[in-house]
């Protein structure tokens, strides 16, 4: 069995005197054996399968800093066979800028991976104004001691506020693996902020959460599909201020505002539960998707994990549960795929967390250069006792043509259409794509301070979209987009996104997550 490590297309297809310049600024040197290694589901002396091959590759396409993987079988002598996996590299370069004029307000630097040892790493500065200048620190590496075990670490001192965040994990890459577990420790202190509508500045309120979590996970039986059951211990501490500020670009700013005042309490947790999952997944391979022309591996199948558990120190004392599903089919044509996630708390008669959120999309590739996706993408919460709210407006899960809006709420509902289209580019050296969107949304107050709940909103806009090399998953985006229905303090204007890293069917709202508890449900079952 051999490993044939290859550099991104881009820089593999140059000649001359650009290919040392590409070769640094885009790739280095190859991915190493000892970060492609470990995923690799055949070994030498194995018996060789169609299945193990397949995960092979899928597993490899999984980890960010490659663009693709294949294995090639030739017989050999005495009944055996030779296996060659071939990777390509996708780009590196961790590059952000944001600036006020001419002046710099955001810089962040760092490669996806670090000397193709399958590390990466970021630093960041951002201007703190009034405040002091925050500064960001990330670490990640895919493969610990030879073996699949992510690190994933995150320390941030915020202008307002800190992060830090560490993680070890054998995430559940395969059904063909025996054995998942995670382990990890957050700590955040932050500022929540609730929108009061137009031509009033926002009220925030300082949180401060610590929590821990350790579970693991084991599959019963053999077979391409499996069964899974383990335990979980995970436990948190939540300590809100007692009362809210605005925040200026001069300072805090007291405000008379008794809204927030004592609404929300200090609460410690400890929660002991059961894990139970079941999987029977089949994968095939996708091109423009989700990225421009990338590839990606999608799921047919249903996939199913839950967590069922009791408290066992401090306030709480009841009953949790919460689950993650998903199901899918199609083909690289056609695609219909359904996802989410579902949790709540019981102390005897009263409910409360109850988070749901979800994904339900459609893809149409009838071309190579083609594709059209409509989506319905839900997110909601009742009776929280973590400070939250969700917008309509908010970055990558809101309503695009809204980001400035100041709508806010408890529960989102957003259907999205996009027709997509690849133009010809540059040879294999540059991806140009063009999209034309109109999302519908609508906002419900819930039990969210100022919360409102509105008629349903209207955007559209269009898009460029670049990827280089045009193989690569990452991709540049560049939207122009506006409400086709006025709602406070939306406008049309120019956005930019860079997607990063394996595209995926879908990601929760970044904006829900803090409601969620820290020992929420976990993602060692690892989801397509």
Same mark, same amino acid.
């Given at each position: 069995?051999?490993?044939?490590?290859?550099?991104?297309?881009?820089?593999?297809?140059?000649?001359?005197?650009?290919?040392?310049?590409?070769?640094?600024?885009?790739?280095?040197?190859?991915?190493?054996?000892?970060?492609?290694?470990?995923?690799?589901?055949?070994?030498?002396?194995?018996?060789?399968?169609?299945?193990?091959?397949?995960?092979?590759?899928?597993?490899?396409?999984?980890?960010?800093?490659?663009?693709?993987?294949?294995?090639?079988?030739?017989?050999?002598?005495?009944?055996?066979?030779?296996?060659?996996?071939?990777?390509?590299?996708?780009?590196?370069?961790?590059?952000?800028?944001?600036?006020?004029?001419?002046?710099?307000?955001?810089?962040?630097?760092?490669?996806?991976?670090?000397?193709?040892?399958?590390?990466?790493?970021?630093?960041?500065?951002?201007?703190?104004?009034?405040?002091?200048?925050? +500064?960001?620190?990330?670490?990640?590496?895919?493969?610990?001691?030879?073996?699949?075990?992510?690190?994933?670490?995150?320390?941030?001192?915020?202008?307002?506020?800190?992060?830090?965040?560490?993680?070890?994990?054998?995430?559940?890459?395969?059904?063909?693996?025996?054995?998942?577990?995670?382990?990890?420790?957050?700590?955040?202190?932050?500022?929540?902020?609730?929108?009061?509508?137009?031509?009033?500045?926002?009220?925030?309120?300082?949180?401060?959460?610590?929590?821990?979590?350790?579970?693991?996970?084991?599959?019963?039986?053999?077979?391409?599909?499996?069964?899974?059951?383990?335990?979980?211990?995970?436990?948190?501490?939540?300590?809100?201020?007692?009362?809210?500020?605005?925040?200026?670009?001069?300072?805090?700013?007291?405000?008379?505002?008794?809204?927030?005042?004592?609404?929300?309490?200090?609460?410690?947790?400890?929660?002991?539960?059961?894990?139970?999952?079941?999987?029977?997944?089949?994968?095939?391979?996708?091109?423009?998707?989700?990225?421009?022309?990338?590839?990606?591996?999608?799921?047919?199948?249903?996939?199913?994990?839950?967590?069922?558990?009791?408290?066992?120190?401090?306030?709480?004392?009841?009953?949790?549960?919460?689950?993650?599903?998903?199901?899918?089919?199609?083909?690289?044509?056609?695609?219909?795929?359904?996802?989410?996630?579902?949790?709540?708390?019981?102390?005897?008669?009263?409910?409360?967390?109850?988070?749901?959120?979800?994904?339900?999309?459609?893809?149409?590739?009838?071309?190579?250069?083609?594709?059209?996706?409509?989506?319905?993408?839900?997110?909601?919460?009742?009776?929280?006792?973590?400070?939250?709210?969700?917008?309509?407006?908010?970055?990558?899960?809101?309503?695009?043509?809204?980001?400035?809006?100041?709508?806010?709420?408890?529960?989102?509902?957003?259907?999205?259409?996009?027709?997509?289209?690849?133009?010809?580019?540059?040879?294999?050296?540059?991806?140009?794509?063009?999209?034309?969107?109109?999302?519908?949304?609508?906002?419900?107050?819930?039990?969210?301070?100022?919360?409102?709940?509105?008629?349903?909103?209207?955007?559209?806009?269009?898009?460029?979209?670049?990827?280089?090399?045009?193989?690569?998953?990452?991709?540049?985006?560049?939207?122009?987009?506006?409400?086709?229905?006025?709602?406070?303090?939306?406008? +049309?204007?120019?956005?930019?996104?860079?997607?990063?890293?394996?595209?995926?069917? +879908?990601?929760?709202?970044?904006?829900?997550?803090?409601?969620?508890?820290?020992?929420?449900?976990?993602?060692?079952?690892?989801?397509?």
């Amino acid at each position: 069995m051999t490993i044939i490590r290859g550099e991104p297309v881009v820089v593999e297809r140059s000649t001359g005197v650009l290919r040392p310049f590409l070769r640094f600024a885009l790739g280095g040197v190859p991915t190493r054996e000892s970060a492609i290694a470990p995923f690799l589901l055949v070994k030498q002396g194995d018996q060789c399968t169609e299945l193990a091959l397949r995960e092979s590759e899928r597993v490899l396409r999984a980890q960010p800093y490659l663009a693709d993987a294949k294995a090639v079988v030739t017989p050999d002598s005495n009944g055996t066979v030779r296996v060659d996996f071939s990777t390509t590299d996708d780009i590196r370069p961790i590059v952000g800028l944001a600036a006020n004029g001419a002046t710099p307000t955001r810089v962040k630097l760092g490669t996806a991976n670090l000397a193709g040892y399958g590390m990466a790493v970021a630093a960041q500065w951002k201007q703190g104004f009034a405040f002091r200048d925050g +500064w960001l620190l990330q670490f990640r590496d895919y493969s610990i001691s030879g073996r699949p075990w992510l690190l994933d670490t995150y320390l941030e001192r915020a202008p307002l506020g800190s992060v830090a965040t560490a993680t070890l994990s054998q995430p559940l890459y395969s059904q063909l693996q025996r054995v998942a577990w995670s382990g990890n420790i957050v700590h955040l202190e932050n500022y929540q902020s609730f929108l009061r509508g137009e031509d009033v500045d926002p009220l925030s309120l300082e949180v401060a959460r610590t929590g821990w979590q350790v579970n693991a996970l084991y599959r019963l039986g053999g077979g391409a599909n499996g069964v899974y059951s383990g335990v979980q211990v995970g436990g948190e501490h939540v300590s809100p201020a007692d009362r809210g500020v605005i925040i200026t670009d001069q300072g805090f700013v007291d405000d008379p505002d008794t809204t927030l005042a004592a609404r929300y309490t200090t609460q410690d947790r400890t929660l002991v539960s059961l894990l139970l999952g079941a999987r029977a997944l089949r994968f095939f391979k996708a091109q423009g998707f989700d990225a421009l022309e990338g590839a990606q591996d999608v799921a047919n199948g249903m996939q199913f994990g839950g967590v069922f558990g009791h408290g066992v120190g401090g306030e709480f004392t009841g009953w949790y549960g919460g689950s993650q599903f998903y199901t899918g089919m199609g083909t690289p044509r056609f695609f219909a795929g359904l996802e989410g996630n579902v949790e709540a708390r019981r102390q005897g008669d009263d409910w409360s967390d109850v988070i749901a959120e979800g994904r339900l999309a459609f893809y149409s590739h009838p071309t190579q250069r083609r594709t059209r996706i409509l989506s319905f993408e839900y997110s909601g919460a009742w009776s929280t006792t973590v400070p939250f709210e969700l917008r309509l407006g908010t970055a990558r899960a809101g309503l695009r043509g809204y980001e400035d809006s100041e709508t806010s709420g408890g529960r989102r509902a957003i259907v999205r259409l996009e027709d997509r289209l690849v133009f010809p580019g540059i040879k294999q050296y540059l991806g140009v794509g063009g999209a034309a969107f109109i999302d519908a949304g609508k906002m419900w107050a819930g039990d969210v301070p100022f919360g409102e709940t509105v008629n349903p909103r209207v955007g559209a806009g269009i898009g460029l979209i670049f990827a280089i090399p045009r193989s690569s998953r990452q991709n540049l985006r560049v939207d122009f987009a506006g409400p086709l229905i006025p709602d406070a303090g939306s406008k +049309w204007g120019v956005n930019f996104t860079i997607s990063s890293g394996r595209p995926r069917f +879908w990601r929760p709202a970044s904006d829900l997550a803090r409601a969620r508890s820290v020992a929420q449900t976990p993602v060692v079952f690892g989801w397509p």
